[in-house]
């Protein structure tokens, strides 16, 4: 057990699943317990996502995605983010599995001009990019940089929300160095379109 900010942490749980047969997942609570801080609607959301806190019997334990959880979050159980009762199996949020975080092996031979052959990652959804944090800070990936799973390649603006995009996904190696950054800060994308092209590291 864990203290932080004055409140006792146990182990983190990770959510349950139910997959529907139109691409979304349903993501439900693993206990009965007060629900708070979880995601926005809009926002992206990958497998292990940061689900907020569930408190149970007084001790907050962090809640994670399960792994079938990697796309948009199109619903919430509620609008606000307060404090709120969940039972065991309870629907939390639905996330659209088909705007899915990742890229991967991808070519386009149907279109000379847009044609892409190679590894690459793309856009999991359509979005505003920037590259940077913050106009005057440093880009987040550079031409020659070597990914790992989970870092942070990009930003996409979503119904006013920004959210980050990282590196993995079906199709992508365990690291892979950038070899072009096909965007510029403040494109317009839309899911699918390329933003990094890569090699094996």
Do not use: Q
């Amino acid at each position: 057990m864990r203290s932080r900010d004055g409140r006792m942490f146990e182990r983190g749980l990770t959510a349950l699943a139910r997959v529907g047969d139109d691409g979304t997942v349903a993501v439900l609570s693993p206990a009965v317990g007060e629900w708070r801080g979880g995601p926005l609607e809009g926002e992206l959301l990958g497998a292990g996502g940061d689900l907020g806190e569930l408190e149970i019997l007084g001790v907050m334990h962090r809640m994670v995605a399960p792994p079938e959880a990697r796309g948009v979050v199109t619903a919430l159980r509620d609008d606000a983010r307060a404090s709120r009762p969940v039972g065991y199996g309870d629907r939390l949020l639905v996330v659209d599995t088909t705007v899915a975080v990742g890229g991967g092996v991808t070519t386009n031979g149907d279109d000379p001009e847009t044609a892409h052959t190679g590894l690459v990652l793309t856009a999991p959804s359509s979005g505003r990019f920037y590259l940077r944090p913050r106009p005057d800070e440093p880009a987040f990936v550079e031409v020659g940089d070597v990914l790992t799973a989970g870092m942070t390649v990009c930003l996409l603006e979503v119904m006013k929300t920004f959210n980050r995009v990282t590196y993995g996904g079906a199709g992508l190696p365990e690291s892979a160095r950038v070899v072009a950054i096909r965007p510029s800060d403040e494109d317009d994308l839309d899911a699918g379109d390329v933003i990094l092209d890569l090699e094996p590291a």
